[in-house]
């Protein structure tokens, strides 16, 4: 059963720094692996979505990279900025079946200070 | 903007009580998600509708049920609520709810059960 963990659970940084977030599954036998952005009480923004066979996938500050082996993703940001605040999901597709449900971590809450 | 609404925004009810929450698809697409996220927790997959037909379903008791009208909008009711139905419910929609496709997520209806 696949099983999805993120560390940390909360991160502050100051303005201006570059930070990491991190992924990991259990389960190597992915399709793809997808990071979204929730804003508090709201829906999932998506950010990048990495494929099985790909190893990084770079939106404007936003970088992600995905090991299978080792069963790991991080979400690199750079010079983060106060509108980065909020909670940042990784998700992978349930394998094997015919649909695109998605297991989700439990996020990381980023707060980036002014 | 996904394009995915999702009605209404805010709701309370009381323990016993029945609800509907209404998802209203992106333009093209034929398939349809719910998820529920408890405070604190990532998104957990309820169901997935595809062309008006249940197609998959998650680890979530029978008073959890759904429907997908022609228009491919779609609805989570929910009988005999209890106190721990409390959270934000999530509707995402997609092509054909294969695997290797984006999921687009409306903002989600937030009900409280007292």
């Known amino acids: 059963k696949q099983e999805v963990t993120q560390i940390p659970a909360a991160l502050s940084v100051p303005e201006g720094e570059n930070l990491v977030l991190n992924c990991s599954f259990t389960?190597?036998?992915?399709?793809?692996l997808q990071w979204f952005r929730q804003d508090p009480g709201k829906g999932l923004t998506s950010l990048l979505l990495i494929q099985s066979s790909q190893r990084e996938q770079t939106s404007g500050r936003l970088n992600a990279s995905l090991d299978k082996s080792s069963g790991r993703s991080t979400l690199y940001i750079a010079a983060s900025q106060p509108g980065d605040s909020a909670t940042y999901l990784c998700a992978v597709p349930s394998y094997g079946g015919a649909t695109n449900k998605l297991i989700f971590g439990t996020g990381t809450l980023l707060a980036v200070q002014p | 903007e996904t394009g995915v609404t999702q009605s209404p925004t805010h709701l309370i009810k009381t323990r016993g009580q029945q609800v509907t929450l209404r998802c209203s698809s992106q333009s093209g697409h034929n398939t349809v998600s719910w998820y529920q996220q408890a405070l604190g927790q990532g998104p957990q997959f309820i169901f997935q509708?595809?062309?008006?037909?249940?197609?998959g379903r998650g680890n979530f008791p029978p008073r959890f049920s759904g429907l997908q009208f022609p228009n491919y909008s779609s609805e989570l009711n929910v009988n005999a609520l209890e106190l721990d139905d409390s959270a934000l419910y999530l509707c995402a929609s997609s092509t054909r709810g294969s695997p290797n496709e984006k999921l687009f997520f409306g903002s989600g209806t937030q009900l409280s059960v007292l």
């Open positions: 389960d190597s036998a992915i399709y793809n």
């Open positions: 509708y595809y062309r008006e037909e249940e197609n």
